[in-house]
Nanobody, 125 residues
């Protein structure tokens, strides 16, 4: 089972990026998929997740309204659309998936069993 994140890069503040996470090795149609971020010198933090029904959970106000998670089960891919980016959004972005099928949303990294390698997002001021 592999999760391959892509789409990171360098962007100016106020800009947008769209991250993708392609899953292989099994279908994630019934799985909760999430995005986490690790900023320099900080611990990994939860950003958002989406269930098999399309229900979404976002982290605190820092990303809600600016970031949007979506999924395309036909492509076994989850996306993170990031708008109005700020320098403090800089970090490595990881996608993750829960092994348990038809589970609920979770903010805890411990609940996620599969992780991508991360993609670097740098927002310049």
């Amino acid at each position: 089972v592999q999760l391959q994140a892509s789409g990171g890069g360098l962007v100016q503040a106020g800009g947008s990026l769209r991250l993708s996470c392609a899953a292989s090795g099994r279908t994630f149609r019934g799985s909760v998929m999430g995005w986490f971020r690790q900023a320099p010198g900080k611990e990994r933090e939860f950003l958002t997740c989406i269930t098999w029904t399309g229900a979404r959970l976002y982290s605190t106000d820092s990303v809600q309204g600016r970031f949007t998670i979506s999924r395309d089960d036909a492509k076994n891919t989850v996306y993170l659309q990031m708008d109005s980016l700020k320098p403090e959004d800089t970090g490595i972005y990881y996608c993750a998936a829960r092994r348990e099928l038809y589970a609920g949303t979770s903010r805890s990294a411990d609940d996620y069993d599969y992780w991508g390698q991360g993609t670097l997002v740098t927002v310049s001021s």
